[in-house]
């Protein structure tokens, strides 16, 4: 149980483009959704809190207006990167609240992100 | 956890022997802890977790334990096997709101 999926695996875009990235949680609803970001041979840093029906909240330093976040159901959070620069390449990773009962928080798979 | 962005240190290891991995971590009001494992290209992996108020929890193959009074984890590996290796990442949960701080990281390397 507990299973949180992640789509794409990859993508590759154009610099100025826009991606969305999406987070599911299969098994059980999530009132709260977490995005990571993991530069290579680094560690996860956390971006922003996606909360269902409500605003996401963004950690220092992370803009808000190019990270857009809408966590418009229980079940989907999703991650618009606007405006891409190569700079945003990176890995990012999701994570949701573990329903009642459940042990650990698990994560999505992640999408690589490359802007060309 | 431990500062990121600093090059993650790296941990050799025969097969068969132990490992042990070791994060110190920021926050002493933290009451929950987990070691993830990654691998390349995917997402962390639960391994195993402590809540502050025990010293040690053993899983299969897995110990952590935890040492309050010197903010310090460590994860034991009991005949340490080559699918054991990755990056092994301690996380805390620093005010129980499911938002998770990183440490930075061990790579393992099993040798045959």
């Known amino acids: 149980g507990a299973v949180v999926s992640q789509h794409p695996s990859w993508v590759i875009c154009k610099s100025g483009t826009s991606v969305k990235i999406e987070c599911r949680s299969l098994?059980?609803?999530?009132?709260?959704m977490f995005w990571y970001r993991q530069f290579p041979k680094q560690s996860l840093m956390l971006m922003a809190t996606?909360?269902?029906?409500?605003?996401?909240?963004?950690e220092q330093g992370v803009e808000k207006d190019k990270f857009l976040i809408n966590h418009a159901s229980l079940t989907l959070s999703t991650l618009t990167v606007t405006s891409a620069h190569p700079e945003d390449s990176s890995f990012y990773i999701c994570?949701?609240?573990?329903?009642?009962?459940?042990?650990?928080?698990?994560f999505g798979s992640g999408t690589r992100l490359t802007v060309v | 956890g431990e500062s990121v962005g600093l090059h993650l240190p790296t941990l050799s290891v025969q097969e068969g022997d132990n490992s042990i991995i070791n994060c110190a971590y920021s926050?002493?009001?933290?009451?929950?802890f987990i070691w993830y494992k990654q691998e390349s290209g995917k997402g962390p992996q639960f391994i195993i977790d402590?809540?502050?108020?025990?010293d040690k929890r053993q899983g299969q193959r897995v110990t952590v334990l935890l040492n309050k009074t010197v903010k310090h984890l460590s994860l034991q590996i009991a005949a340490t096997q080559p699918g054991d290796s990755a990056v092994y990442f301690c996380?805390?949960?620093?005010?129980?709101?499911?938002?998770?701080?990183f440490g930075a990281g061990t790579t393992v390397t099993v040798r045959a």
């Open positions: 994570s949701a609240s573990p329903p009642e009962g459940a042990y650990g928080y698990t």
């Open positions: 098994d059980f609803q999530a009132t709260t």
């Open positions: 996606s909360n269902e029906g409500s605003k996401a909240t963004y």
């Open positions: 926050n002493s009001a933290s009451d929950y």
């Open positions: 402590i809540r502050s108020n025990m």
């Open positions: 996380a805390e949960d620093t005010s129980n709101d499911y938002k998770l701080s």
